[in-house]
């Protein structure tokens, strides 16, 4: 329990930013630094890694956070990217029918563009529900 003046819960926060980037909860107590804001978000985290010796380097991931609560890892798509683009934007049947048919336009090489669409018809079918975090 903390009685500070001013001071909040780390669960209570939903973004902060720190040198001009924005970080937000990619997953669990995880945080990333936003790059795109929308109904799904884009970001990358850098985490401090070893490789067993005594070197130490950044490893870089990139994630899909979508409003919902659910995160997708970008390295989850190399494997099977209609398969897990489809389940992650299910709440969309029509674009996730065209990404699980592999239509023209809807493949690994066009995630920008499927999450923008995404994002512009959630935006669309959900006027004001989301709140937006942007850095001024």
Known sequence: KNNANGVKAKSDIIAFAVNGHVYV???????????????VRECVQLKKATDGTSKTGYHMGAWYKKHSGKSLPSANLVI?????MSEFLDDY??????????????TMLKTNFIIEEYNKWFDETNPGKLKYVYME
């Open 25 to 39: 909860r990619v997953e669990w107590d995880n945080w990333g630094i936003l790059l795109k804001e929308g109904a």
């Open 80 to 84: 099977n990217f209609a398969k897990s």
């Open 93 to 106: 049947p029509e674009l996730a029918e065209k990404i699980k048919n592999k239509e023209e336009g809807y």
